[in-house]
């Protein structure tokens, strides 16, 4: 966490700190006490430091805030989410907000009123469903996901030649053969990509005595984004696009570099609709960064309530040794302190 250099316009009991993963932000209350007023301590995401805030009377009132400061005034930020309250205990109930999406700069922006009375331990959950940020200069704003340095830092010309190579095929002296197509290639540059790929054509394999490369798990579209990656030319909407068949592919054919790449992209944007998806991913390819972020959400950050109906078709088919580990977590969540 940051600390910031100007305080909030909301008073109030600072409360304890706010949790993080990925793009949710999690605030435990435990109790009120006698004040009606709770006000979280600053939680980092992006640029900016945030706060929530929540008001009790007949209803509660949620704010969430940055830090009002020079980085706020210069650079507010544009956001999408929702809210989530739930309480603990056996009576769990919760309540979603609808979508607010705004400029945030003070307070009173954003203000939701949840009727209803919420009783004993109480969890107020941010999901950001995209967050953007202003230029300085002026102009609309740009989202700060995905991350625009995590890929690509080659010379632009010499990018260009290679995307140009494989765009045309010029001189492609390899055919790969996916379930519903064929695409041209260049063995110099899938075994400069891969070890796998060198080794098909560096030993009497039947790859090299036919220069046909049979791909039989892949769609001619990822394996086309595929091959732009290792091309260079691939852009960020097809990476996230095609993010879990290309961690197979990197996985197969040991590109390491994807591999890390998708596993820190997988663990950006969990939630309740992808996070078992990708904790059986993460198992599959032996992810542990990805594993680890996938258990937190469900466990720590209490999410397995919300994937209850879907949990039933999960242990169907999952490995027995991802259950014992799921397992575990619930023992180590229930144990005593």
């Known amino acids: 966490m940051i600390s910031g250099s100007c305080g909030s316009s909301v008073g109030g009991f600072i409360d304890s700190k ?38 009790r009377n007949r209803s509660l009132c949620i704010r969430l805030y940055p830090e009002p400061c020079r980085i706020t005034k210069e650079q507010p930020p544009f ?3 929702i809210f989530r309250v739930s309480n603990f205990g056996p009576g769990r109930r919760s309540c979603v907000s609808p979508v607010f999406e705004k400029v945030l700069r003070t307070s009173e922006d954003i203000v939701w009123h949840v009727d209803g009375t919420f009783q004993g331990r109480l969890s107020i959950d941010v999901e950001f469903l995209e967050l953007k940020i202003f230029p300085i200069n002026g102009g609309e704003p740009s989202s700060i996901w995905p991350n625009k340095e995590m890929m690509f830092h080659t010379a632009k010309s010499g990018l260009n030649c290679l995307s140009r190579m494989l765009e045309e095929e ?77 961690l197979g592919a990197a996985n197969k054919y040991d590109i390491a570099e994807l ?25 599959l390819y032996q992810l542990d960064k990805l594993k680890r972020g996938c258990l937190a959400y469900l466990f720590d950050f209490g999410k397995i309530h919300d994937v ?10 999952v490995d027995r040794e991802l259950m014992l580990d799921m397992f575990q977590e619930i023992i180590t969540l229930w144990r005593p302190a």
């Open 18 to 55: 706010v949790e993080t993963i990925a793009r949710l932000a999690q605030w435990r209350i435990d109790n009120f006490g006698p004040y009606p007023t709770r006000r979280s301590e600053a939680f980092k995401l992006g640029i900016w430091n945030w706060y929530l805030s929540v008001d």
């Open 79 to 81: 956001a999408k989410f």
């Open 170 to 246: 010029m001189h492609a002296d390899v055919t790969i053969k996916v379930v519903d197509g064929i695409i041209k290639a260049h063995k110099a540059v899938l075994s400069a990509c891969s070890p796998v790929f060198e080794s098909m054509f560096l030993h009497d394999l039947k790859e090299k005595e036919s220069s046909l490369i049979d791909i039989d798990d892949m769609s001619l579209e990822s394996c086309s984004v595929l091959l732009r990656y290792i091309y260079g030319s691939i852009n960020q909407d097809d990476f996230w696009a095609h993010r879990l068949s290309l």
């Open 259 to 283: 591999k890390d790449c998708c596993e820190e992209s997988l663990l950006e944007d969990i939630n309740t609709g992808n996070v078992l998806e990708r904790l059986e991913a993460a198992w």
């Open 308 to 317: 209850r109906d879907e949990i039933k078709g999960f242990f169907g088919h």
